[in-house]
Antibody, heavy 119, light 107 residues
């Protein structure tokens, strides 16, 4: 059974950093691109970033470029999102998702982890 | 970025009813349109990919159609577990973008 389990969220002050993790199981992790999608309170879904299966390529939405860094450890089947210089508008639930190529879509999602940026 | 517009934003409906949710892209997306369901606890479930392909385990009462800029999700006969939020998403052009969501609620 495919499982994606996020961790690392919580309350953080503006300008500080936070690192999210996503532990994957039930599939061959290094065969898949992975992504983070966020959802601000009472808002819709928004793609944040994607990393290629081997970690060689990363893609970010404009609002997080230069502040967020996506990485993966294929030996540990774990995805990471390092979030620096956090802003109040980064407050959201962050979902880890497996991304399928071919007919591109997100075919498995984690349960989400809440990040609150507030003083 | 391609803008995705869903309608309606809210859809009151009854058990057993047939409903359709629409999704319009700001430019053609060549059938690269996916649908997701989100339950009140935040759980997100993929339903349909590439316009009309059901994800494994999704009941056959769900179907998708469309082309060009206009797409739709149809539920043929509503079950209690279908009342949730629904989002469309395009992956034809970077970055992938989502519609604003449709809340399917019990009338």
């Amino acid at each position: 059974e495919v499982q994606l389990v996020e961790s690392g969220g919580g309350l953080v002050q503006p300008g500080r950093s936070m690192k999210l993790s996503c532990a994957a199981s039930g599939f061959t992790f290094n065969n898949y691109d992975m992504a983070w999608v966020c959802q601000a309170p009472k808002k819709g879904l928004e793609w944040v970033a994607t990393i290629s299966y081997d970690g060689s390529s990363t893609y970010y939405r404009d609002s997080v470029k230069g502040r967020f860094t996506l990485s993966r450890d294929n030996a540990k089947s774990t995805l990471y999102l390092q979030m620096d210089s956090l802003r109040s508008e980064d407050t959201a639930t962050y979902y880890c998702a497996r991304q399928v190529t071919g007919y591109p879509h997100f075919d498995y999602w984690g349960q989400g982890v809440m990040v609150t940026v507030s003083s | 970025d391609i803008q995705m517009t869903q309608s309606p934003s809210s859809l009151p409906a009854s058990l057993g009813e047939r409903v359709t949710i629409s999704c319009r892209a700001s430019q053609g997306i060549s059938n690269n349109l996916n649908w997701y369901q989100q339950k009140p606890d935040g759980t997100i479930k993929p339903l349909i990919y590439y316009t009309s392909n059901l994800q494994s385990g999704v009941p056959s009462r769900f179907s998708g159609s469309g082309s060009g800029t206009d797409y739709s999700l149809t539920i043929s006969s509503l079950e209690p577990e279908d009342f949730a939020m629904y989002y469309c998403q395009q992956d034809a052009s970077f970055p992938p973008t989502f519609g604003g969501g449709t809340k399917l609620e019990l009338k």
